[in-house]
């Protein structure tokens, strides 16, 4: 079955960078819509960043010009290059990827839609202290 595994998380003092790695098994990651996501305690699961099979890429407003989503095709692994880290960046991270039948790949209804994205990861933990 499909697997996405994320790698990367860490503590980290705000101002600092982590790059956050999101592996993909039975899953070609250059095929469908694939998405980063973070959930904060108390509070809901949030789109942070997504690309679409054609490369085109999403943002949440609040990382725009910081963090960066890129994909790797030949190690068949996503990314999420984060800097000038803040504390209210602290979450869990979850990879996630949609079946890439769905809308021939694009990030189509909603790039950020929890819902549309059928396979995630188990996530792992961002913490930025100040």
């Known amino acids: 079955q499909v697997q996405v595994v994320e790698s990367g998380g860490g503590s980290v003092q705000s101002g600092r960078s982590l790059r956050l790695s999101c592996a993909a098994s039975r899953y070609t990651i250059r095929s469908g819509c694939m998405g980063w996501f973070r959930q904060a305690p108390g509070k809901e699961r949030e789109g942070v960043a997504a690309?679409?099979?054609?490369?085109?890429?999403y943002y949440l407003d609040s990382v725009k010009g910081r963090f960066a989503i890129s994909r790797d095709n030949a190690k068949n692994t996503l990314y999420l290059q984060m800097n000038s880290l803040t504390p209210e960046d602290t979450a869990m991270y979850y990879c996630?990827?949609?079946?890439?039948?769905?809308?021939?790949?694009?990030?189509?209804?909603?790039?950020?839609?929890?819902?549309?994205?059928?396979?995630w990861g188990q996530g792992t933990q961002v913490t930025v202290s100040s």
């Open positions: 690309i679409a099979s054609d490369g085109s890429s």
């Open positions: 996630a990827a949609r079946d890439p039948a769905h809308y021939a790949g694009r990030c189509l209804f909603g790039w950020n839609t929890v819902a549309l994205f059928g396979y």
